[in-house]
């Protein structure tokens, strides 16, 4: 779902590209990029302050369908979590206009008070949490994620930071997967059947798992757990997840040191 590549800005067909904007600096290095950015700064609702946002069709400087300015305000304070949230906001906006996809123009990192890797996570971190929607439970779905957020920086970055996209791909998929089981409702999340899907997902990546059902808990001794248990008509389940890396040193992590994650 997330690209990093290389982009010809004034060639571009994307169907929407996302710039983020700095007030009174000015944040990008690309002549047509620039172009647009001092366009829209020349009108009155727009100047780069901090969530505000304007949209433009066709510009002459770009081939893109739709241009999203995004502003971020003052270069000097920027921090990972306003990348973040303007990422992640243009997104949703994407979603609800019910497009297929975003190109985000990465900034240029020398005017910026982060570096490189620290910017494209946050962009990336943003894009890819915000593209998801809990709809499990509705009949009729009304939006759909997009189908690809692409972030375009220069050719001597892309493959410098090629492997960023798939870890932080995993580790919003993770994010995600929790956020999805807070948001089930009790009734649907019942511990067998939240132990089950535990379970699945964590054989999905790789790791060893057990189920601990209610007569094994007792055999073992846990009545604390037990206890608590009490007051509901579902049986206790314990998940039991073993990760045993394929480390070449494991003075840095334990074999004895087993995640238990009950599921009651």
């Known amino acids: 779902m997330l690209k990093l590549t290389t982009a010809d800005y004034k060639r571009l067909r994307a169907d929407t ?24 700064q020349q009108l009155p609702e727009f100047s780069g302050k901090k969530d505000e946002v304007v949209l ?3 510009p002459k400087q770009l081939k893109a369908k739709r241009v999203l300015l995004r502003g971020l305000g003052s270069a000097e304070e920027l921090d990972a979590e306003t990348l973040r949230a303007a990422a992640g906001n243009a997104v949703k906006d994407c979603i609800q206009k019910k497009l297929n996809g975003l190109w985000v123009a990465v900034p240029d990192v020398k005017k910026l ?4 890797e620290a910017t494209l996570r946050a962009l990336m971190e943003g894009g890819c949490l915000a593209n998801h929607i809990f709809d499990k439970f509705r009949k009729e779905k009304k ?27 995993t580790v919003c998929t993770g994010t995600v997967m929790a956020r999805d089981w807070i948001s089930t409702p009790a009734n649907a ?8 899907d535990i379970a699945a997902n964590a054989k999905k990546a790789g790791l ?34 073993d990760h ?10 334990s074999e004895k040191a087993l995640p238990l994650i009950p599921a009651a």
């Open 143 to 169: 939006h759909k994620p997009l189908r690809q957020v692409t972030f375009a920086l220069p050719k001597r970055l892309v493959s410098r930071f090629r492997n960023i996209s798939r870890q932080i791909e």
């Open 56 to 58: 433009l069709y066709a």
């Open 208 to 241: 060893k798992t057990q189920v601990i059902k209610e007569n094994q808990l007792e055999r073992q001794g846990m009545g604390a757990l037990l206890s608590v248990c009490r007051g509901s008509k579902s049986a206790p389940h314990l998940v039991v997840l």
């Open 244 to 253: 045993n890396p394929a480390f070449s040193d494991r003075s840095c992590w």
């Open 113 to 116: 008070p982060l570096d490189t």
């Open 189 to 196: 999340k019942t511990p067998e059947q939240f132990a089950a």
């Open 17 to 40: 590209l996302l710039i983020p904007v700095c007030e009174k600096k000015n944040i990008h290095t690309d002549p047509a990029v620039k172009a647009v950015v001092k366009d829209a």
